[in-house]
């Protein structure tokens, strides 16, 4: 097979160039439609809402009236907005965080060769088949807060058990609620997580564990010295993956807690004061911060992995 | 391969293509329909579910009768409260495709909204032709107009103000229902001292707000309350502090576990035994009922502390669209939610009361009659959580910094606050 098709390219060479030019420009009319699209309602509709984020427009119909960056110098001093980025921060750093331990303690487990490996592999990755707003309706019954005769979800759980220390207000805790709605995005995106890692592992060659085993270093070295520095991009893309869901984080808030101040972040209200506030440029400027926040995490890890790929 | 790669993206922007189309066509397809029909008057609402849509029904029933060449086309959009509906009808107007008739809160929430942007029509001339300002209370009016236009007609009354009680739990602790703010705090203090630790239920962040409002209006009273909407009252007003400190006060009486609750999880409170009181608009009678309970036993109830002879009202109502494709037809559909017929085949199934003081009293209950009495009687005040003081943009300012006092409890930066977004939005 291979070889024919050598033979062919030998003799049929002029007409097979026509033919991939006539395949390129196929290509190129069959994608333009989606890229045209990408073009329209991707980059023109973020480049309309820089306009709008510089414009004074409040209220149903558009106002175009230039504001330079009015918008921005309000929201920094918006004490709402302040509540957002402390919010957001808290959200990252528990859900980021309890993802990576957790997925990567479950792919170590895993990568142990235990029978039925295929099976707790899927188990711990359904929750990903999910919805937020599903994963968010269960644990608003999960984490219901009530106490005394009224109490429910895991608070009875551990009341039952007599784990009472464990019971706790979850995310109507006071100034680190914010803490608790990341548990069930972990719960969620950890089984991902471990996906991601258990790819990393299998991509470490036997053949190097061995090495060290005969150099003589014990399993828990072999792990610190030789497994987890090589999976090392691994964590970034992770870090990529699961910043940029936090950053953006709305429906499972507004499935767990609705709409409140306590446990607000920028999509929220961003939502909020777009549509329920008709403070469109308000809105555009919150759009385009998110938007900024995302890129300043995501571009450096592009440039990085195409930098990568052309090394090798 | 490549050649699957290209069929696979072949077949990825038909189906974009074809997505795309498709919500296009449905957008355009509705307006330009009604257009090629004469006899048609689309109303737009977000009346989906439940007894809205059922009264929605039998107004449309009612309007079927006495204009039976006119075809009614409900243009309801799903979502809560009206979020999506809201949205939808924004894009609509911006687009200049409006509906002949659209279904807002009456008061500041459809005036600062759509007649800033000069999308409805005042209403003066069907009030003066219908005699409708001699059967609606006279201090209802200004509430719904602006610069003397009057720009929607309501179809039903709420009452905000209202104070649920367990009848049980007072008499079993020996409190009379409280007329005062100062006799609220007796009352709560005793139940506390009685061993029950939340005796006011109160339910997530807006309602928050429904209390807030009848807790200004408890503590200001009938003029200074309205003043503050209208532009002559003083947001930084001492009077304004006391109220935001009985605010703060009653806050202490709450469960803690409100931010979790929905309204009907916190009115459950009351019934339940677990809480003395609650304040809810009048809708949740229609919940009481519902859950099997009866009134006077299972719940009785008494305006807010202060608020006696005074009705804050909320309501559902119809608007004149500004270029409506079938004004004349659009203008039939007011005549008859305006009308006594309409309105009393609309609000005995939605659970309220008519706009029109001489609704037929026997197609209400217990509870609505006396709503009827008090809203023919009372002084008529206006709700902001529900849309008629303020404009949206202005609630949703008071609504972040009410969010923010629920978190930081400082009187002080609440008021500033509250100062700030009445002179940036009033």
């Given at each position: 097979?291979a070889?024919?098709?050598?033979?062919?390219?030998?003799?049929?060479?002029?007409?097979?160039?026509?033919?991939?030019?006539?395949?390129?420009?196929?290509?190129?009319?069959l994608?333009?439609?989606s890229?045209?699209?990408?073009?329209?309602?991707?980059?023109?509709?973020?480049?309309?809402?820089?306009?709008?984020?510089?414009?004074?427009?409040?209220?149903?119909?558009?106002?175009?009236?230039?504001?330079?960056?009015e918008?921005?110098?309000?929201?920094?001093?918006?004490?709402?907005?302040h509540?957002?980025i402390?919010?957001?921060?808290?959200f990252?750093?528990?859900?980021v965080?309890?993802?990576?331990?957790i997925?990567?303690?479950?792919?170590?487990?895993?990568?142990?060769g235990?029978?039925?490996?295929?099976?707790?592999?899927?188990?711990?990755l359904?929750?990903?088949?999910?919805?937020?707003?599903?994963?968010?309706?269960?644990?608003?019954?999960?984490?219901?807060?009530?106490?005394?005769?009224?109490?429910?979800?895991?608070?009875?759980?551990?009341?039952?058990?007599?784990?009472?220390?464990?019971?706790?207000?979850?995310?109507?805790?006071?100034?680190?609620g914010?803490?608790?709605?990341?548990?069930?995005?972990?719960?969620?995106?950890?089984g991902?997580?471990?996906?991601?890692?258990?790819?990393?592992?299998?991509?470490?060659?036997e053949?190097?564990?061995?090495a060290?085993r005969?150099?003589?270093?014990?399993?828990?070295q072999?792990?610190?010295?030789?497994?987890?520095?090589?999976?090392r991009?691994?964590?970034?893309?992770?870090?990529?993956i699961?910043?940029?869901?936090?950053?953006?984080?709305f429906?499972?808030?507004?499935?767990?807690?609705?709409?409140?101040?306590?446990?607000?972040?920028?999509?929220?209200?961003?939502?909020?004061?777009?549509?329920?506030?008709?403070?469109?440029?308000?809105?555009?400027?919150?759009?385009?911060?998110?938007?900024?926040?995302?890129?300043?995490?995501?571009?450096?890890?592009?440039v990085y992995?195409?930098?990568?790929?052309?090394n090798? | 391969?490549?050649?699957r790669?290209?069929?696979?993206?072949a077949?990825?922007?038909?189906?974009?293509?074809?997505?795309?189309s498709?919500?296009?066509?449905?957008?355009?397809?509705?307006?330009?329909?009604t257009?090629a029909?004469?006899?048609?008057?689309?109303?737009?609402?977000?009346?989906?579910g439940?007894?809205?849509?059922?009264?929605?029904?039998?107004m449309?029933?009612?309007f079927?009768?006495?204009?039976?060449?006119?075809?009614?086309?409900?243009?309801?959009?799903?979502?809560?409260?009206g979020?999506n509906?809201?949205?939808?009808?924004?894009?609509?107007?911006?687009a200049?495709?409006?509906?002949?008739s659209?279904?807002?809160h009456?008061g500041?929430?459809?005036?600062?909204?759509?007649?800033?942007?000069?999308?409805?029509?005042?209403l003066?001339?069907?009030?003066?032709?219908e005699?409708?300002?001699?059967?609606?209370?006279?201090?209802?009016i200004?509430?719904i107009?602006?610069?003397?236009?009057?720009?929607?007609?309501?179809?039903?009354?709420?009452?905000?103000?209202?104070?649920?009680?367990?009848?049980?739990v007072?008499?079993?602790?020996?409190?009379?229902?409280?007329?005062?703010?100062?006799?609220?705090?007796?009352?709560?203090?005793?139940?506390?001292?009685?061993?029950?630790?939340?005796?006011?239920?109160?339910?997530?962040?807006?309602?928050?707000?429904?209390?807030?409002?009848t807790?200004?209006?408890?503590?200001?009273?009938?003029?200074?309350?309205?003043?503050?909407?209208d532009?002559?009252?003083?947001?930084?007003?001492?009077?304004?502090?006391?109220?935001?400190?009985?605010?703060?006060?009653?806050l202490?009486?709450?469960n803690?576990?409100?931010?979790?609750?929905?309204?009907?999880?916190?009115?459950?409170?009351?019934?339940?035994?677990?809480?003395?009181?609650?304040v809810?608009?009048?809708?949740a009678?229609?919940?009481?009922?519902?859950?099997?309970?009866?009134?006077?036993?299972?719940?009785g109830?008494?305006?807010?502390?202060?608020?006696a002879?005074?009705?804050?009202f909320?309501?559902d109502?119809?608007?004149?669209?500004?270029?409506?494709?079938?004004?004349?037809?659009?203008?039939?559909?007011?005549k008859?939610?305006g009308?006594?017929?309409?309105?009393?085949?609309?609000?005995p199934v939605?659970?309220s009361?008519?706009?029109r003081s001489?609704?037929?009293?026997?197609?209400?209950?217990?509870?609505?009659?006396?709503?009827?009495?008090?809203?023919?009687s009372?002084?008529?005040?206006g709700?902001?959580?529900?849309?008629?003081v303020?404009?949206?943009?202005w609630?949703?300012?008071?609504?972040?910094?009410?969010g923010?006092?629920?978190?930081?409890?400082?009187?002080?930066?609440?008021q500033?606050?509250?100062?700030a977004?009445?002179?940036?939005?009033?």
């Amino acid at each position: 097979m291979a070889l024919t098709e050598a033979g062919d390219r030998l003799t049929i060479a002029p007409k097979r160039r026509r033919r991939v030019q006539k395949d390129k420009v196929l290509a190129v009319a069959l994608v333009s439609p989606s890229i045209i699209a990408i073009l329209v309602f991707v980059y023109g509709f973020i480049a309309w809402s820089a306009r709008v984020s510089l414009s004074t427009w409040k209220g149903l119909l558009p106002d175009y009236t230039w504001a330079g960056l009015e918008n921005y110098r309000n929201l920094f001093a918006d004490p709402r907005f302040h509540v957002d980025i402390r919010n957001t921060v808290i959200f990252t750093v528990v859900f980021v965080g309890g993802c990576l331990i957790i997925g990567l303690g479950l792919s170590l487990l895993l990568d142990q060769g235990l029978k039925g490996e295929a099976f707790f592999r899927g188990l711990f990755l359904f929750p990903m088949a999910i919805s937020f707003i599903v994963t968010g309706v269960v644990w608003r019954w999960l984490m219901n807060p009530a106490a005394g005769d009224r109490i429910s979800g895991l608070n009875l759980i551990f009341d039952s058990l007599g784990l009472d220390f464990l019971e706790n207000s979850w995310h109507a805790t006071p100034y680190w609620g914010m803490a608790f709605i990341a548990i069930p995005a972990i719960w969620q995106m950890s089984g991902y997580t471990m996906a991601l890692y258990l790819a990393g592992l299998r991509s470490i060659p036997e053949e190097v564990r061995e090495a060290a085993r005969v150099d003589g270093a014990g399993e828990i070295q072999i792990y610190r010295r030789v497994i987890l520095p090589q999976l090392r991009p691994v964590t970034l893309t992770a870090l990529i993956i699961l910043g940029h869901i936090s950053l953006k984080v709305f429906d499972l808030i507004i499935a767990v807690a609705g709409k409140q101040y306590a446990l607000d972040v920028p999509a929220i209200y961003m939502w909020q004061t777009t549509f329920d506030g008709y403070f469109f440029g308000r809105g555009g400027a919150i759009g385009i911060l998110l938007l900024l926040s995302v890129g300043l995490l995501v571009i450096p890890y592009l440039v990085y992995t195409q930098r990568q790929e052309r090394n090798s | 391969m490549t050649k699957r790669v290209v069929a696979l993206l072949a077949v990825m922007t038909m189906v974009v293509a074809a997505c795309g189309s498709d919500t296009a066509e449905t957008t355009v397809a509705g307006p330009t329909d009604t257009a090629a029909m004469t006899d048609t008057v689309e109303v737009f609402s977000w009346w989906t579910g439940g007894g809205e849509a059922a009264g929605l029904e039998a107004m449309i029933t009612v309007f079927g009768a006495e204009y039976p060449d006119v075809t009614f086309e409900n243009s309801a959009v799903a979502g809560g409260a009206g979020t999506n509906a809201r949205a939808v009808l924004a894009t609509r107007l911006q687009a200049n495709e409006p509906p002949d008739s659209w279904q807002g809160h009456a008061g500041q929430e459809l005036i600062g909204t759509y007649v800033a942007a000069d999308q409805i029509e005042p209403l003066n001339f069907l009030y003066d032709e219908e005699g409708w300002l001699d059967v609606m209370p006279e201090t209802l009016i200004p509430l719904i107009s602006k610069d003397g236009n009057i720009y929607s007609v309501p179809v039903n009354i709420h009452r905000a103000n209202v104070l649920w009680t367990n009848p049980t739990v007072l008499a079993d602790n020996g409190i009379d229902v409280p007329t005062s703010m100062d006799e609220w705090f007796t009352a709560l203090d005793a139940l506390q001292a009685a061993g029950m630790d939340a005796p006011l239920a109160l339910g997530e962040q807006w309602t928050a707000m429904h209390l807030f409002e009848t807790v200004l209006l408890g503590t200001m009273g009938y003029e200074a309350y309205n003043a503050l909407w209208d532009g002559n009252g003083d947001w930084s007003s001492a009077d304004v502090t006391a109220a935001l400190e009985n605010y703060d006060k009653l806050l202490g009486y709450t469960n803690s576990d409100s931010s979790a609750l929905s309204w009907q999880d916190a009115a459950q409170l009351v019934i339940d035994g677990d809480a003395a009181f609650n304040v809810m608009g009048d809708w949740a009678e229609g919940f009481f009922r519902e859950i099997g309970e009866e009134p006077n036993v299972g719940y009785g109830w008494a305006a807010t502390p202060g608020t006696a002879g005074i009705f804050q009202f909320l309501s559902d109502s119809f608007v004149l669209a500004k270029n409506a494709p079938h004004r004349d037809a659009a203008i039939d559909w007011l005549k008859v939610a305006g009308s006594l017929a309409g309105q009393d085949a609309f609000n005995p199934v939605k659970g309220s009361i008519p706009a029109r003081s001489d609704g037929d009293r026997s197609l209400y209950g217990v509870y609505l009659q006396s709503a009827m009495d008090d809203w023919a009687s009372d002084d008529v005040a206006g709700s902001l959580t529900h849309g008629v003081v303020a404009n949206d943009s202005w609630k949703s300012e008071i609504d972040s910094s009410l969010g923010a006092f629920l978190t930081n409890r400082d009187v002080a930066a609440f008021q500033a606050a509250l100062v700030a977004s009445e002179a940036a939005n009033a």
